[in-house]
């Protein structure tokens, strides 16, 4: 089973919105990561929080954590066609390998 | 600064054959993971690979082995073919296993296996 589960599984926005992406994982976490994968490409990281973080920042980017739902959100402000992506959440345990969802497909309209 | 390359990046083989990818990790990394995408899915962690053991491993059965060299680079081998092994082999390099700090894991662009 999938420790980081997306939601939702696809998201469709005009250029310009925001795009917020949920994501649920089931036991503790040492930290949970976000990237981005274009059409089957590799996957590229976006942004990394620990579990004694609560929020942080990368540009467009936001992702907030909140250990006590055992969820996190990835929030892209002033998308862009370019955003056209699958986004991954992948949880960190007590491995520290990072076990991905199957994530969220964001198509951006120009 | 060479990012993580991985070679073939198609082939096709048929059930029964046995397969080896290979991988080369970002400059400066000494820790090499194979991660399992099949179609519309996320990647399945299979190994990873430190110090030229195998330290981690996923829920893969024997068939998926793997190796790494001195200079840090792995290989990837599946033997007796299944349909089900269709996927895209994705390996990712990062430094130091096994710690916080070295969380971020860096990807190549894959290696498509088709199995006929």
């Known amino acids: 089973s999938q420790q980081g589960e997306e939601d939702p599984q696809a998201l469709s926005i005009q250029e310009g919105e925001n795009a917020t992406m949920n994501c649920s994982y089931k036991?503790?976490?040492?930290?949970l990561q976000w990237y981005r994968q274009n059409s089957g490409r590799g996957l590229v990281h976006l942004i990394l929080?620990?579990?004694?973080?609560r929020e942080k920042h990368s540009g467009r980017l936001r992702v907030t954590l909140d250990t006590s739902k055992k969820s996190s959100s990835l929030l892209i402000t002033a998308s862009r066609a370019a955003d056209t992506a699958s986004y991954f959440c992948?949880?960190?345990?007590?491995?520290?390998?990072?076990?991905f969802g199957r994530g969220t497909s964001l198509i951006v309209h120009p | 600064d060479a990012g993580v390359t991985q070679s073939p990046t198609h082939l096709i083989k048929t059930r029964g054959q046995q397969v080896t990818l290979r991988c080369s990790p970002k400059?400066?990394?000494?820790?090499v993971s194979w991660y399992q995408q099949a179609l519309g899915q996320g990647p399945q962690f299979i190994f990873q690979?430190?110090?030229?053991?195998?330290?981690q491993r996923g829920n893969f059965p024997d068939r998926f082995s793997g190796h790494q060299f001195p200079n840090y680079s792995s290989e990837l081998n599946v033997n007796a073919l299944l349909l089900g092994d269709s996927a895209l082999y994705l390996c990712?390099?990062?430094?130091?296993?096994?710690?916080?700090?070295?969380?971020?894991?860096?990807f190549g662009e894959g290696s498509r296996l088709t199995v006929l």
């Open positions: 036991t503790s976490i040492n930290n």
């Open positions: 400059s400066g990394h000494d820790t």
């Open positions: 690979y430190y110090e030229e053991e195998e330290r």
């Open positions: 990712a390099s990062s430094y130091r296993a096994g710690t916080a700090l070295s969380g971020e894991l860096f």
């Open positions: 929080i620990r579990s004694n973080e």
């Open positions: 992948a949880a960190s345990g007590g491995s520290y390998i990072p076990t």
